[in-house]
């Protein structure tokens, strides 16, 4: 399954998460694309897209993101699998907890896309977010907090990235 990363990145923190997911990926190669300096019409060759993008502030979308946000809504992502990743901060700003990855799930899954990697919220402390399930147990890809629990991320990315293989049935 030809695979590809899309990410935005301020602090440098979703660009190492991006690294981190290519250097483990083990079903073939996946393809990076920093998307403050590629095209997102790049989606179009791949099956598989991970998209991973920080919230900001008061649930704000991260300003790589905020550039290309209304091109988003000119592709059609019918036939992709789609899997994501926010990064935020669960105590600074505990109502808005990954809440651009909640709002970038809504506008993909809106125009076709085919969502796999849902989360669960335990071990996590909020108050709100944007990106919870219907049933609200779990996010709508994984969540990762490098401000308060960095220590956290190598498992919960290793164990997320398993699952997607895994329903993808990639192995």
């Known amino acids: 399954m030809k695979a590809a990363l899309f990410y935005g990145t301020t602090t440098g923190n979703t660009g190492d998460i991006a690294e981190k997911i290519k250097d483990e990926w083990d ?27 920080p919230t900001w502030d008061y649930g704000e979308v991260q300003e790589d993101w905020l550039d290309i946000w209304d091109e988003v809504d000119s592709i059609d992502f019918t036939g992709k699998q789609t899997a994501f990743i926010g990064l935020g901060d669960q105590f600074g700003y505990p109502e808005w907890f ?9 506008k993909i899954v809106a125009k076709g896309g085919e969502v796999v990697g849902h989360w669960s919220i335990e071990g996590y402390e909020f108050d709100e977010s944007k990106a919870l399930t219907k ?3 779990h ?10 629990q960095r220590e956290q991320t190598p498992e919960r990315l290793t164990n997320w990235l398993d699952q997607v293989k895994l329903e993808l049935g990639l192995f």
Do not use: Q, R
Request: hydrophobic residues 55%; glycine residues 8%; aromatic residues 10%.
């Open 98 to 106: 990954v809440d651009a990855m909640g709002m970038l799930h809504d």
């Open 135 to 137: 049933d609200k147990k």
């Open 139 to 148: 996010f709508i890809g994984l969540a990762l907090d490098e401000d308060w």
């Open 27 to 53: 079903a073939g190669e996946i393809d990076l694309f920093d998307v403050a300096d590629s095209s997102i019409g790049a989606v179009m060759d791949y099956e598989l897209l991970i998209f991973a993008i």
